[in-house]
């Protein structure tokens, strides 16, 4: 099968970090981009970060310098490194994979992506 699992998700007081993982299974990951995506109750989809099958590398702006995105090719599974968490990232993340190398326009354009994950749940509480 093709599938996309997330991982590394849960409860973390303001200011915690987390790491998410999503590992890829049926496919080799070395070309294709992978975006993170996240969606909080009451509100639409939002592209977080993507990385191209080359590193170049784009967040949004909510979360630059807090929020590091990164692949390993040789397991097949990208991360996202999450630092300085605020209330505001409460979601559930979603990471997707597009039939593509590069990242141009993914992150707003969610419904170009070939492969999703189920979502894994970031909840950011005291």
């Known amino acids: 099968q093709l599938q996309l699992v997330e991982s590394g998700g849960g409860l973390v007081q303001p200011g915690g970090s987390l790491r998410l993982s999503c590992a890829a299974s049926?496919?080799?990951?070395?070309?294709?981009?992978i975006g993170w995506f996240r969606q909080a109750p009451g509100k639409e989809r939002e592209g977080v970060s993507c990385?191209?099958?080359?590193?170049?590398?784009q967040y949004v702006d909510s979360v630059k310098g807090r929020f590091t995105i990164s692949r390993n090719n040789v397991k097949n599974t990208g991360y996202l490194q999450m630092n300085s968490l605020k209330p505001e990232d409460t979601a559930v993340y979603y990471c997707?994979?597009?039939?593509?190398?590069?990242?141009?326009?993914?992150?707003?354009?969610?419904?170009?992506?070939?492969?999703w994950g189920k979502g894994t749940l970031v909840t950011v509480s005291s």
């Open positions: 997707a994979a597009a039939a593509k190398s590069g990242c141009s326009g993914l992150l707003s354009a969610a419904t170009a992506m070939a492969y």
């Open positions: 049926g496919f080799i990951l070395d070309y294709y981009a």
């Open positions: 990385i191209s099958s080359g590193g170049i590398i």
